[in-house]
């Protein structure tokens, strides 16, 4: 098989490509372990304009992946990856067009950036790669690499929902995005939902082009082993000595309004009403680090999520109780590891999710003898193959209430059953199982002509 080419925005930050943040750089971290590979992406840096005529792909060797980076000017940043990638194909992709705001001039940046890509990979291409494009924020870039020559096979995966194409048509220029799809050989998305939609929007454009489902998954061993050793580091334990044995809620996403999170503190604010023995027992940590800070959206977000903190810790608690413990700062994943492995509960309930891979770590991380309880939105991909876990619906105050309330009061027996029905699956579909799937039917495609 050739050298397997990698194409996404995000691309670790050198000092974390042991350790990269983010659903798309951790799973394919994981995935990336066997062969030779190319990663190719933005540097995460930014540059002024009179740079960029100069500017050139920068390269980093890390065991058996070659990182190729570039960096991006302040405009391209912002039209490209701000407004276009996360001001409108993020929302409308979680079904939120209502806060899509779209102008014409950001849509060419995104187009400019891809074709930029294009080129720079370009001439860093072999014979026999396989190439492998991921995210909204590379849609069109198989048909610049085709329309460049490229004859690789060429496989693009949506780590995002993908809408019914009665809300995607809102997109302006939402067909040729879809006929631009053709140049790929396999298209991958996170769930049936998804692929449905798009195979949907491929027959209403006429487009001659096949969706298929490779659910994403973890490196449910490491993981696990991280979440035992985890109890050995010595924050660990501080927090293990700050809860003094009272149950132990956690919650860890990145900052984004598609988590749910000012519903989850209306969640845990009616528990602590509806179910008031919990009230100066129970901890509640949410981990949050900021995401995406200079769009709008995420600002506003991060103001109304401060606020609610503030107000249900003035409110509910008490000079030796604080109801939210509330961070926005990233944690190191072997720490993250060990404070899923002593919460009793995790509270997973984003209001639509690709996949979503902290409802897996969090399942990964539990002792099997004496398992916590995972609280999962029915709108996160992972829904339908984690049915044992508390299913709520995040909209539902009320419903998240009950499902703590359960999780904290539920059996021993319960909550193990519960855990070895779980647990096959998540060892079963990992990432580097779905990697070799979507690349092993990348392989099997014929060179084209
Ligand atoms: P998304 O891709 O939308 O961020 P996922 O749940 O699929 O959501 O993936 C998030 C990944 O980022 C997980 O691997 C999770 O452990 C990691 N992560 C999320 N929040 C933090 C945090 N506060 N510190 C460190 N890693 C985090
Ligand atoms: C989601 C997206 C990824 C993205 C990640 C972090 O997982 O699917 O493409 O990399 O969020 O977001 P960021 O904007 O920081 O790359």
Redesign the pocket.
């Known amino acids: 098989m050739g050298r397997l080419v990698v194409v ?3 691309v670790p930050a050198a000092r974390d490509r042991q350790q990269p943040a ?4 951790v799973a394919l971290r994981d995935a990336l372990s066997e062969g030779q590979c190319l990663w190719f992406g933005w540097s995460g840096q930014q540059i002024p304009e009179e740079d960029k005529a100069e500017r050139e792909v920068s390269i980093d060797k890390v065991d058996n992946v070659t990182y190729a980076t570039i960096d991006l000017t302040h405009s391209e940043f912002d039209g490209f ?1 701000q407004k276009y990638s ?1 001001g409108i194909l993020w929302p409308l992709c979680h079904y939120r067009a209502g806060l899509m705001s779209y102008t014409r001039a950001d849509r060419e940046v995104y187009l400019d950036v891809n074709q930029l890509f294009a080129e720079k990979l370009l001439p860093l291409l072999q014979p026999g790669d396989l190439i492998w494009i ?4 590379l849609f069109p870039l198989g048909q610049a690499l085709r329309d460049l020559g490229v004859t690789s096979p060429i496989g693009f995966f949506l ?2 929902p993908f809408p019914p194409w009665s809300l995607m048509k809102a997109l302006p220029g939402a067909e040729r995005l879809m006929r631009n799809m053709h140049a790929y050989d396999v298209i991958g998305l996170q769930t049936e939902d998804d692929a449905r939609n798009m195979n949907d929007g491929f027959s209403v454009c006429g487009v001659e082009a096949r969706a298929q489902v490779f659910p994403i998954g973890i490196d449910p061993e490491s993981f696990a082993e991280q979440a035992r050793d985890g109890l050995e580091h010595a924050e660990v334990l501080r927090l293990q000595e700050s809860l003094r044995g009272k149950p132990f809620i956690i919650g860890v996403d ?1 900052l984004d309004y598609s988590k749910g999170l000012p519903e989850r503190f209306k969640g845990y604010e009616a528990f602590l009403k509806r179910y008031p023995e919990h009230k100066g027992k129970v901890v509640y940590l949410q981990i949050t680090p900021v ?2 800070g200079q769009v709008e959206e995420y600002r506003l977000l991060k103001e109304e999520l401060d606020e609610a903190a503030g107000r249900i810790n003035g409110m509910y608690g008490d000079f030796d109780w604080t109801p939210i413990r509330y961070l926005t700062k990233p944690v190191p994943r072997e720490l993250l590891a060990g404070f899923y492995r002593l919460a009793d509960a995790a509270l997973v309930t984003p209001l639509r999710d ?1 996949m979503n891979l902290v409802a897996k770590e969090y399942v990964a991380a539990q002792d099997g003898k004496d398992p916590g309880v995972l609280i999962l939105s029915h709108f996160a991909g992972a829904a339908p193959e984690m049915e044992d876990a508390l299913l709520v619906n995040p909209h539902d105050a009320d419903e998240i209430a009950d499902a703590l309330h359960k999780a904290l009061t539920m059996a021993q027996s319960e909550r193990c059953d519960r855990w070895n029905r779980l647990q096959p699956d998540v060892w079963r579909v990992t990432a580097g199982s779905w990697a070799r799937d979507f690349i092993g039917m990348l392989a099997a495609k014929v060179k084209r002509a």
């Open positions: 996404s925005n995000r983010g659903g798309l750089a990856y996360n991921h995210d909204y924020h780590h995002i990145r995401s995406r690709g």
